[in-house]
């Protein structure tokens, strides 16, 4: 039996747990199943990886990977300014995970806390940020999921 449980949905953060990293990762489990992970850089670099998910036993978290997009984050650093690769992706994660309160380096404030043990992102600690969170609030949600086909011109009469 699949189970979603309600402590691991929401916003997860790896930034607080990230002091003196050029890089800063995301994981977002929406209560249907459904989520993203989002990488960035200090360079500019943006990744943003859609999944199912699922917890097939009691403490195991599965993200499969449906799609993936890469480019340049815009200005606002909301979204894309630019799309340098997007297609299929089919990677599973499989990973134990726990859900405890931490306290981030520097911060010295308690703060809930996700952990894995096969890193997501490159991060494998994060902090919650928002519990809800819809699929409006995915930074590729306006990025066409696949390339979209190439049409050829209609003949010149």
């Not at 995301?26 to 699922?54: D, H, K, Q």
């Not at 978290?61 to 606002?76: A, D, M």
């Not at 809800?132 to 049409?151: G, L, N």
């Amino acid at each position: 039996m699949t189970s979603l449980d309600e402590q691991v949905t929401g916003q997860w953060r790896s930034a607080p747990f990230d002091a003196g990293a050029m890089e800063t990762s995301e994981l977002v489990l929406l209560a249907g199943g459904r989520g993203w992970s989002r990488f960035e850089s200090f360079s500019g670099e943006l990744s943003i990886g859609r999944f199912t998910w699922r917890l097939p036993s009691p403490g195991l978290l599965e993200l499969r990977y449906t799609w993936r997009v890469s480019g340049q984050w815009g200005p606002s650093g909301d979204g894309f300014e630019t799309v340098d690769n997007s297609g299929p992706d089919d990677e599973l994660i499989r990973t134990a995970y726990r859900i405890g309160t931490e306290r981030p380096p520097l911060t010295g404030e308690l703060v809930t806390a996700l952990q894995l043990d096969v890193p997501v992102e490159f991060a494998g600690t994060f902090a919650l940020g928002r519990r809800i969170m819809t699929p409006a609030d995915d930074p590729s949600s306006t990025v066409t999921p696949y390339a979209p086909p190439v049409h050829t011109a209609s003949p010149v009469r």
